[in-house]
């Protein structure tokens, strides 16, 4: 990987302060690419990838003067004063006032319209509003123009799939970040469990009151209304800290060490609920990305593992079910958590108990008596080969001339020039670990 993640940092420059930008305070890189500015740190936005969506940016040598800051803060605040956040309240009860009427929204423009106003958007993109059953996330454009805020809703399957597991888990309180659909699902279920909505899209305030919506960057653990602390605080502590689950769906690609600061935040905030024995451990978690991303999990969070629980979306043609036209090997994302595997119950017909494993997997993977576990990672069903002893996808055949399982169309080292095969193959590939 080319950059490293270090963390949040102070910076000389700004007094020993972490730099910030609109989306709160900056994530501090390293450089590690192995070319000319290899171990060079610099400060990024949190929030944006691109930074064309973002254009602050710092290294951590350089020496602003002091002059040079002072604009740097204007232009942050300047910034994020013409965002809408001050008034998410005013926000939400003109459109409360609407919708008890039920009015339309405006999908070009992202608001609801009041019925003065609905000739000035006659050319635009409009869509009635049931004032009885008003599901935001069916009634805005998802987000896909920008790769960092790219937007995939949760298919019914996966989300009913997801209630029953929080109810297993006992969950009394749910913070869905990252997760809109399942916030309002859960608030449309009075018995359930309650839920607050942590997420960057300020479209959704006109819908949700401060108390239901705290607009906030996950990967900074930033808020961009000081209002939201109490309410976030308040939500986390209550009944002791009893109950609390988190459910990230984050945008595929964001950095996992900024997402594990961000838990170890909501942990310590948890933990300091009134008359809470002090425990280091984390609290129960619901994060879901793709399977490949399973060694980065691991890494930044080890509390976690990967259950077999295909997620799916109903706007993403790929991350979907075999049956809706996705892979055929259905959605590659899966759910990974810190709750015992054993507990994570998956429904039947599509997932089965594994006696030996003691967990749920989906019914297409097979337990494999040599690894003594359900290999399949990826779907598809895998075999094992006795001399690379461990299981490998269906496709690969055992190579002699590469000592390896690999693709039948894989450049074989035996067929190459001893030269050039020798540095990669014979290390890495000869002696395949066996693993467990
Ligand atoms: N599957 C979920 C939606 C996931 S899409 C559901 O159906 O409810 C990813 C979500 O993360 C979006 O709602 C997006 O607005 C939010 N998001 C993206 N970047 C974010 C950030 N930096 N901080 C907080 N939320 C973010
Ligand atoms: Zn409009
Ligand atoms: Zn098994
Ligand atoms: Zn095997
Ligand atoms: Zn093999």
């Not at 910034?79 to 008890?100: G, M, N």
Request: aromatic share 8%; net charge positive; hydrophobic share 35%.
């Amino acid at each position: 990987m080319g950059v490293k993640f270090i963390g949040l940092e102070p910076c000389s420059s700004f007094g020993g302060e972490i730099p910030a930008c609109p989306h709160g305070p900056m994530l501090l890189f390293e450089r590690a690419d192995g070319g000319r500015k290899a171990g060079r740190q610099f400060y990024a936005c949190a929030a944006c990838r691109d930074r064309k969506a973002c254009a602050f940016f710092l290294w951590r040598d350089e020496r602003l003067a002091p002059e040079k800051a002072r604009q740097w803060r204007e232009r942050v605040a300047r910034a994020t004063a013409a965002a809408p956040v001050a008034d998410h309240r005013a926000r939400f009860l003109r459109a409360e006032e609407i919708l008890r009427l039920g009015g339309r929204y405006c999908v070009d423009c992202s608001q609801v319209l009041a019925g003065s106003e609905a000739s000035l958007h006659s050319a635009h993109e409009t869509r009635p509003v049931d004032p009885t059953l008003v599901r935001p996330s069916e009634l805005l454009r998802p987000r896909s123009a920008n790769s960092s805020e790219a937007q995939y809703l949760f298919s019914e399957a996966t989300l009913a799939a997801l209630l029953t597991l929080l109810n297993a888990a006992g969950a009394r309180r749910v913070l869905c970040c990252g997760a809109p659909r399942l916030h309002e699902r859960l608030q449309q279920q009075p018995g359930g469990p309650q839920s607050l909505m942590l997420d960057c899209d300020r479209r959704y305030e006109e819908f949700w009151p401060p108390e239901k919506l705290c607009v906030y960057n996950m990967f900074n653990h930033h808020m961009f209304c000081t209002h939201g602390w109490d309410v976030y605080r308040e939500f986390v502590q209550r009944d002791g800290g009893e109950g609390l689950v988190v459910v990230i769906d984050p945008p595929f690609g964001g950095r996992l060490e900024a997402l594990a600061l961000t838990l170890q935040s909501i942990t310590v905030t948890r933990d300091a609920a009134e008359g809470r024995p002090a425990t280091s451990t984390l609290l129960p978690v619901f994060l879901i990305l793709p399977y490949f991303n399973e060694p980065d999990v691991l890494r930044s969070l080890p509390a976690l593992h990967m259950t077999d629980m295909r997620v799916e979306y109903e706007n993403h043609h790929k991350y979907t079910s075999a049956a809706a036209g996705g892979r055929k090997h259905g959605s590659p994302v899966r759910l990974f958590t810190s709750l015992p595997a054993e507990r994570v119950e998956l429904p039947p017909p599509l997932y089965r108990r594994c006696p030996p494993c003691r967990r749920w997997v989906h019914v297409d993977n097979r337990h494999c008596p040599q690894c003594d576990r359900c290999t399949s990672k990826d779907g598809r069903p895998y075999q094992h080969c006795d001399l690379c002893e461990r299981c490998v996808k269906i496709t690969w055949r055992h190579c002699s001339g590469c000592g390896r399982c690999a693709l039948p169309a894989h450049p074989c080292a035996a067929e190459r020039p001893a030269a050039l095969s020798r540095p990669r193959d014979s290390t890495t590939g000869q002696k395949r670990k066996r693993r467990k």
